[in-house]
């Protein structure tokens, strides 16, 4: 009731940082006014106006070290204010930044000219001379951090210098040395800067922490935009040399009428070794699979593949479509009254190796030396600076 009809002299104020817990009922019979943080600009005007009622002296760039450490508040800047005057008047900004216990603003411009020059003796010496002098290593990266975001800004929006906190000075003079360094690596830097901050917070060796960020940002020159990548794979793949076909298709029969003569192999070629080839040169996708079995001779003229214990291959290799094709592929390269058995039975076979790489049959290996000479891999291992792992056979398209 009291707060329905307070009395007249009565006004009541209520200050929270979570308007949204606030209930509606209170809500609708209360005026509400947002506070947010005021510009740089407005309270270094202020402190100013400050400082001539006072009638003391301040150092140039002491008013906008104060604005810039009181982040938008102005009864901190002026608590700040308050200390430095305490001190003295005349106070440079050296001496303003030793009381402030904040980073010296120009080891934060000599680390980022170092970032953006890919110099380590610049960022290293800076955070030399920042441990040195006992300075706060967070509130340095936190700078850091500042000065990248508004250099982003300028790039991406010149015309809205109001939103960038830097100097005109200072942020002609880093832009002039950025006019280089792609939009992608300043978001990049600046994301890593910002995953940084939790890093040297959390270590317990802070310097080391905040060196070894600094180097990996000094690597981030050598990396290609992925655009760039895609432009030369793709210049890759039309610069290609035309690359035999390993499964050529047949000309189709003059006369499909008049048999086929028996295919001729050399001596011993009618193996169960050669009968895998075989099958891998007419279809390479059951080669595939008949690759992971063990095919071996039978009773009479029957050839069994084993799928070395392999319910699934077995299931695979026993429908019906599939064992089709296999009994009339064993009866062309065996001859005719040759027949097809397929036994689940058997051990694993033993992985092929070639060096550090493990294959599970010959035919896996083959392929994996014939990929590596393919020139789009090579093209690809190279950019990418990484290593071929593994190849998988599809299915053959019409016009492959």
């Not at 509606?24 to 600009?41: E, K």
């Not at 990929?371 to 990418?384: G, T, Y």
Request: charged share 30%; net charge negative.
């Amino acid at each position: 009731k009291t707060l329905e009809e307070p009395p007249p002299h009565v006004v009541f104020v209520l200050a929270t940082t979570d308007p949204h817990k606030v209930p509606l009922t209170v809500l609708s019979r209360c005026q509400r006014y947002d506070f947010r943080r005021i510009p740089a600009a407005q309270i270094v005007d202020q402190l100013e106006r400050v400082a001539q009622g006072e009638g003391v002296e301040v150092q140039p760039g002491v008013f906008e070290m104060v604005a810039r450490e009181a982040d938008g508040s102005l009864r901190d800047a002026l608590s700040l204010l308050e200390q430095v005057l305490a001190l003295g008047e005349g106070l440079d900004a050296d001496e303003v930044l030793g009381l402030l216990g904040v980073a010296d603003r120009r080891l934060v411009r000599s680390a980022a000219t170092g970032i953006i020059e890919c110099d380590p003796d610049r960022c290293l010496g800076a955070v030399n001379e920042l441990f040195g002098r006992g300075l706060d290593a967070r509130r340095f990266i936190q700078d850091l951090s500042s000065l990248f975001r508004d250099l982003m800004v300028l790039r991406l929006a010149p015309n809205t210098k109001n939103l960038a906190q830097l100097d005109p000075e200072e942020a002609q003079e880093l832009l002039a040395r950025a006019e280089g360094l792609p939009v992608d690596t300043l978001q990049m830097i600046l994301d890593l800067l910002l995953l940084g901050q939790e890093e040297v917070r959390r270590s317990l060796v802070p310097r080391l922490a905040l060196e070894v960020l600094l180097l990996r940002l000094l690597r981030l020159g050598d990396l290609v935009p992925i655009s760039e990548v895609l432009a030369r794979v793709d210049e890759a793949r039309r610069e290609e040399p035309r690359v035999p076909d390993p499964w050529p298709t047949p000309a189709p029969e003059e006369d499909p009428g008049e048999p086929v003569p028996p295919r001729e192999l050399p001596e011993g070629a009618r193996s169960p070794e050669g009968f895998m080839d075989f099958v891998s040169a007419k279809d390479p996708t059951l080669g595939t699979k008949l690759a992971m079995c063990e095919v071996r001779e039978g009773a009479g003229r029957a050839v069994v593949l084993k799928c070395n214990g392999s319910t699934l291959l077995y299931e695979m290799l026993s429908e019906a479509p599939v064992k089709s094709r296999l009994a009339a592929y064993v009866r062309e390269f065996f001859g005719e009254g040759a027949s097809l058995e397929i036994d689940q039975t058997g051990e694993p076979r033993p992985e092929v190796r070639e060096g550090e790489k493990s294959f599970s049959t010959d035919l896996e290996r083959r392929l994996y030396r014939d990929a590596l000479k393919h020139p789009l891999v090579e093209e690809a291992v190279r950019l990418f600076n990484g290593e071929l792992v593994k190849v998988k056979v599809g299915e053959k398209e019409e016009g492959d």
